[in-house]
């Protein structure tokens, strides 16, 4: 485990194991007057996660901890701890708080690190804490976990963001995506004066949508089954979450330009990276696997 005490950075570099994902948990000791969604910006702390399989460099992700936190938990609980004022308090004396903000990024995907194979996470702390903060009770602890599984692929997690203003932008998302999502960030409620998009369009080789700003939110009701679980997505939206991977994949969108923000709109998507090594890889251990069970029964 690295720790990131106040500002700066550190690298973890693992291999021979088999890693299902990061764990961050941020603690911050502060008065208790300080309000909790005042104690930290997430948006400050970069998170950089790279796979390096036979030499070649692929990028899980490069996001910040807000981002990746709804990239790989928009569908969980764990997305709640985007929003710091979900943090826990773990200790309170004499007018001073402690609090966790812990946070668990699975791939999806075990990675099995093999030979030269290896995984480097970077995470940067830039300046994300109040200016009054005694930063020497500002910490970050980060470690990967393990996991148990065959390797399929590897994740990538990439942003598409919507430039200010925007009044009908369209881009190129690409292909290999098996989640999408569409995320706001700046607005608290679905208001018709606070509407970012009135239409998305989503067109790939399989799968082609086209959804107003009312079935953007029905979709959402149906993902979410709780009052609670559907107020806290606000304008964020499930588009596609599937195991049948999409190709070509673009969208389109009418949105409200004047609620259009810097930074604040944008997609996300999870990809994949796979290769001929690796699945022939994946199938000599299913078939390792499928053996041994066979004799553990006495076949």
């Known amino acids: 485990m690295k720790t990131i005490t106040g500002n700066g950075s550190d690298v973890i570099n693992v291999s021979s194991r088999d890693i299902a994902g990061v764990d961050i948990t941020i603690e911050i000791t502060a008065p208790a007057s300080a309000p909790k969604n005042e104690l930290v910006n997430l948006d400050r702390i970069n998170v950089i996660i790279e796979r390096f399989k036979q030499k070649k460099r692929i990028p899980i992700a490069s996001l910040t901890l807000r981002q990746l936190i709804y990239a790989t938990g928009l569908t969980s609980e764990a997305f709640l701890f985007a929003d710091p004022e979900n943090m826990i308090e773990v200790d309170s004396t004499s007018g001073t708080n402690t609090w966790n903000l812990p946070v668990k990024i699975p791939f999806g995907m075990v990675q099995n690190l093999r030979g030269d194979d290896n995984i480097k996470v970077t995470v940067q702390s830039n300046s994300p804490y109040r200016s009054t903060q005694d930063l020497n009770q500002a910490k970050i602890y980060f470690d990967v976990y393990d996991g148990v599984g065959v390797e399929l692929y590897v994740p990538i997690f990439e942003i598409y963001n919507i430039p200010q203003n925007s009044k009908n932008p369209s881009d190129t998302i690409g292909d290999n995506v098996f989640e999408l999502y569409l995320i706001n960030t700046d607005k608290d409620s679905i208001a018709v ?77 999870k990809k994949y990276y796979t290769d001929t090594d690796m699945i022939i890889r994946a199938a000599h251990m299913n078939e390792k696997h499928r053996r041994a069970d066979l004799r553990k029964n006495g076949f």
């Open 193 to 269: 004066g606070d509407q970012v998009v009135n239409n998305c369009q989503i067109n790939s080789d399989k799968l082609s949508l086209d959804l107003n700003f009312s079935q953007l939110l029905s979709n959402n009701l149906t993902n979410f089954q709780t009052t609670e679980r559907y107020n806290a997505m606000k304008q964020k939206f499930v588009l596609y979450r599937g195991t049948v991977e999409l190709d070509k994949v673009t969208y389109s969108l009418t949105c409200n330009s004047a609620n259009v923000n810097t930074d604040s709109n944008y997609f996300l998507a």
